[in-house]
T-cell receptor
Framework: GAGVSQTPSNKVTEKGKYVELRCDPI?????LYWYRQSLGQGPEFLIY????????DSGLPNDRFFAVRPEGSVSTLKIQRTERGDSAVYLC???????????FGPGTRLTVL | GDSVTQMEGPVTLSEEAFLTINCTYT??????LFWYVQYPGEGLQLLLK?????DKGSNKGFEATYRKETTSFHLEKGSVQVSDSAVYFC?????????????FGKGTKLSVKP
């Protein structure tokens, strides 16, 4: 079956621009997670959805970052006024419920020039 | 806050060598512990996990034992293969009984030569 998919796979933008990153979880998975992985580091937690609601957004670095999951399936991570320090691979994961194995997507590599 | 420290890489071994990748953690509660693997060009995959002290996780010949007294979860394999070449991440979840939000180490790159 289809795994977690993320689009685009690569995104290059200029400082100050707005970007949206999309995650399609595995069908039927109620929990969805966003992580950010900088070069040479492990993934860092950003936000977790259970269904449509953000159950924990404590990892979002500042108010330029926002994520939605309006129908409890696809999620979009939105970054306003991008900065060079936002350059990283953004990973999405989903699980059947919050206590199950997380399945990761291939990531979106964001480069802010 | 909670954190994970794993040995720096890269690690280069010959086929059939013994592998150990060290991982220690800091946590206020009783976390669940995980090893994830990222093969070249692929996404992160769960390799094994342990949810309480003295539990041993195992998969694909890899093992790790949850040691509360030393706050460690070292990854071992008796005989590595070229196909084991990948980046390995140690991780914890401090949400009891669930994966919750994972806290990862920096990763250790393993290269196995034929």
């Amino acid at each position: 079956g289809a795994g977690v998919s993320q689009t685009p796979s690569n995104k290059v933008t200029e400082k100050g621009k707005y970007v949206e990153l999309r995650c399609d979880p595995i069908s039927g998975h109620t929990a969805l997670y966003w992580y950010r992985q900088s070069l040479g580091q492990g993934p860092e937690f950003l936000i977790y959805f259970q269904g449509t609601g953000a159950a924990d957004d404590s990892g979002l670095p500042n108010d330029r970052f926002f994520a939605v999951r309006p129908e409890g399936s696809v999620s979009t991570l939105k970054i306003q006024r991008t900065e060079r320090g936002d350059s990283a691979v953004y990973l999405c994961a989903s699980s059947l419920a919050s206590y199950n194995e997380q399945f990761f997507g291939p990531g979106t590599r964001l480069t802010v020039l | 806050g909670d954190s994970v420290t794993q040995m720096e890489g890269p690690v280069t071994l010959s086929e059939e060598a013994f592998l150990t990748i060290n991982c220690t953690y800091t946590a206020t509660g009783y976390p669940s512990l995980f090893w994830y693997v990222q093969y070249p060009g692929e996404g992160l995959q769960l390799l094994l996990k342990a949810t309480k002290a003295d539990d041993k996780g195992s998969n694909k010949g890899f093992e790790a034992t949850y040691r509360k007294e030393t706050t460690s979860f070292h990854l071992e394999k008796g005989s590595v293969q070229v196909s084991d070449s990948a980046v390995y991440f140690c991780a914890l979840s401090d949400t009891p009984g669930s994966q919750g939000n994972l806290i990862f180490g920096k990763g250790t790159k393993l290269s196995v030569k034929p």
